[in-house]
C-alpha cells in the first residue's frame, strides 16, 4: 500500500498560476545559446538546483511552489493523481508551446517500493529552457490570476560562482571493495544456480568534503566533461546519466538502452582496439539483450509499432564505452481511454529495467535485497521531469551522487555493474571503479582514499 505523506489541495490553497514567455537567446547569439550548457547553469542558485540539462539544452529551475512526496508500490500512480488535481485548478498562459513549456515537475523516485528514501515531485517556481535555439522563462505561482509578463531580470538574482569542495575524503560505503568482491561471486553462484539469468548490483562510496557541497559545482564539471549525457539535479540527488529510461514527445516514444561496458584506457588507438573487443563480446552482448529484451517487452502494450536495434553501437563516454541501443516507438491509446500513456505511466511501466535490476525482475530485485548489503534509495531509480501535457524524460540515476540533506560534507557516490554467469568479480570491481570516475571528478581531484 502507498503512502502520499503531501497532499497538493492542502499545500496549495489557490490554483497554480502558470506563466510562459519567449527570452532572446542565452549566451547572445543562437549558436552560442545551443552549445554551452553553462548558459542555463549559471543561472541556479545555491540552494536546491533543479536541472536536466544536455548539449546545452534542457531545463534550470528553482523555487518550490509546491511538493509531493510519495512511497510504496503505488508511488508512480500517486504522483501523477496528485499532478493532474493540481493541473486541474491550473491557470495556465503558454505563448511559447514546446515541450518543457508550461507547468513543469521534476521527480526522483525510489528504486525500490520498499526504500525507506521515498520519492518525491517537486514543482518550481521558476524554469528556464531551451530547446533548439528557442529560450524561454516559465513562473509557477499560487493565486487568482494571472499578472504581468515575467522577466528574467526580476527573478534571477546576482551571479554567484559556485564553490569549490575542497579537499574531498572517501571511504567505503556499505562494503569496502574486497566486500563487494564478495557480493558479486555470490550473485554469479546465484546465476549458475538458476535463480537469475542477470543481476545488477549496485556499490557506494563515502564522500567527505571540507566544505559543503554546491551542486552547482558538480553540475557544471559533468555537464562539461560528459556533453553526451543528461546532467541532473533532483532534490539532492545529481549525476550525470548516459541512458535515458523514456522519452514521450508527441506521440513517439524513445529508451536509451545502455548495458556492456569496458574501460577506456586514455589512448585513442587502444580504445578503439577495445570498442572492437566490446561489441563482439559474447558476455556484454548477452547482458545487453536481456536489457533490451526487457525495454521493448515493457513498450509493446503502450505502442501501435517499435523499433528494436538488431546491433547495439558503441558509446563513447570519457571514462567508459558502453553497448547502446535506441529503441523507439509510437505510442497509441489504451482502449477505452482518450490519450496516450503519459512519460510518468511509461517509466513506470518500464522500471526497473534489466539494465539497473536483472532479469527475470522479481527474481533479480529480491537477490539484490538480500546480497546487496544497502538501501539503494533513488540510485537507479527514475529521474527526471514531465510536464502538463503528460510528455517529458526519464533518465535513471546512474553515475549519481546523493547530498546529505542534513550534513552538505557528506555525499554518496554510486555505481552499478551488470553481472551475468561469464562475469568475473575482481573485473566487476574494476569496472566499478571506472563508473564512479564522473562523480569523483565533478566533486573535485580526490586526496584520499581509506
Known amino acids: 500500500m ?58 534550470v529551475a528553482w523555487g518550490e511552489t509546491l511538493r509531493v512526496a510519495v512511497s510504496g508500490p503505488d508511488r508512480f500512480a500517486d504522483a501523477e493523481r496528485a499532478w493532474q488535481d493540481v493541473l486541474a485548478r491550473a491557470i495556465v498562459r503558454d505563448e511559447v508551446q514546446l515541450p518543457g513549456t508550461g507547468p513543469v515537475a521534476f521527480g526522483s523516485f525510489a528504486f525500490d517500493e520498499d526504500s525507506a528514501a521515498g520519492s518525491v515531485i517537486v514543482v518550481p517556481r521558476v524554469v528556464v ?16 490570476r494571472l499578472g504581468a509578463p515575467p522577466r528574467l531580470a526580476d527573478v534571477v538574482g546576482p551571479r554567484v560562482p559556485p564553490v569549490d569542495p575542497g ?9 569496502s571493495a574486497d566486500g563487494w568482491r564478495e557480493v558479486v561471486a555470490r550473485g554469479i553462484a546465484a546465476i549458475k544456480a538458476g535463480a537469475v539469468d ?28 560528459y556533453p553526451s549525457c543528461w ?7 545529481i549525476g550525470a546519466t548516459p541512458e535515458l529510461l523514456v522519452r514521450s514527445e508527441k506521440g513517439l516514444v524513445t ?3 545502455l548495458a556492456g561496458t569496458i574501460r577506456r584506457t586514455g589512448d585513442d588507438a587502444a580504445d578503439m582496439a577495445r570498442a572492437a573487443i566490446l561489441a563482439h563480446s559474447s558476455k556484454d552482448l548477452e547482458e545487453h539483450e536481456y536489457a533490451v529484451t526487457s525495454v521493448a517487452h515493457a513498450l509493446e502494450p503502450f505502442c501501435s509499432s517499435t523499433n528494436v536495434p538488431d546491433v547495439p553501437f558503441v558509446l563513447h563516454l570519457p571514462n567508459v564505452l558502453h553497448l547502446a541501443s535506441d529503441v523507439t516507438g509510437v505510442l497509441t491509446a489504451p482502449t477505452g481511454a482518450a490519450a496516450h500513456p503519459s ?10 529495467t534489466a539494465a539497473v535490476c536483472g532479469t527475470p525482475t522479481a527474481a533479480a530485485r529480491e537477490l539484490i535485497r538480500s546480497i546487496e548489503g544497502m538501501d539503494r534509495a533513488r540510485y537507479a531509480g527514475p529521474v527526471g521531469w514531465f510536464g502538463a ?15 546529505d540533506p542534513d550534513d552538505p560534507r557528506s555525499v554518496r557516490l554510486f555505481a552499478g555493474c551488470g553481472v551475468v554467469a561469464a562475469s568475473d568479480p575482481p573485473a566487476e570491481v574494476a569496472e566499478s571503479e571506472a563508473k564512479l570516475v564522473p562523480m569523483r571528478y565533478a566533486l573535485g581531484r580526490d586526496v584520499s582514499d581509506s
Request: proline share 5%.
Open 2 to 59: 502507498s503512502t502520499q505523506t503531501s497532499a497538493p489541495a492542502d499545500a496549495v490553497p489557490y490554483p497554480l498560476v502558470v506563466r510562459t514567455v519567449a527570452l532572446d537567446a542565452l549566451g547572445g547569439t543562437t549558436e552560442a545559446a545551443t552549445t554551452d550548457p553553462l548558459d542555463l547553469l549559471g543561472l541556479l542558485p545555491s540552494q536546491a538546483p533543479l536541472a536536466w540539462v544536455r548539449r546545452g539544452d534542457g531545463l
Open 389 to 403: 501535457d503528460g510528455d517529458g524524460e526519464w533518465g535513471i540515476a546512474l553515475r549519481s551522487a546523493a547530498i
Open 198 to 225: 542477470k543481476v545488477v548490483l549496485a556499490r557506494d562510496v563515502h564522500a567527505r568534503t571540507e566544505h559543503p557541497v554546491d551542486a552547482r559545482w558538480a553540475l557544471e564539471r559533468l555537464a562539461v566533461e
Open 167 to 175: 579537499t574531498v575524503v572517501y571511504s567505503d560505503g556499505a562494503v
Open 255 to 257: 529508451s536509451r538502452v
Open 129 to 144: 529552457g531551451r530547446r533548439a535555439g528557442r529560450t524561454w522563462l516559465t513562473t509557477i505561482t499560487t493565486g487568482a
Open 343 to 352: 512519460s510518468l505511466a511509461l517509466a513506470a511501466a518500464l522500471h526497473p
Open 231 to 237: 546532467t541532473f539535479s533532483v532534490d539532492g540527488m
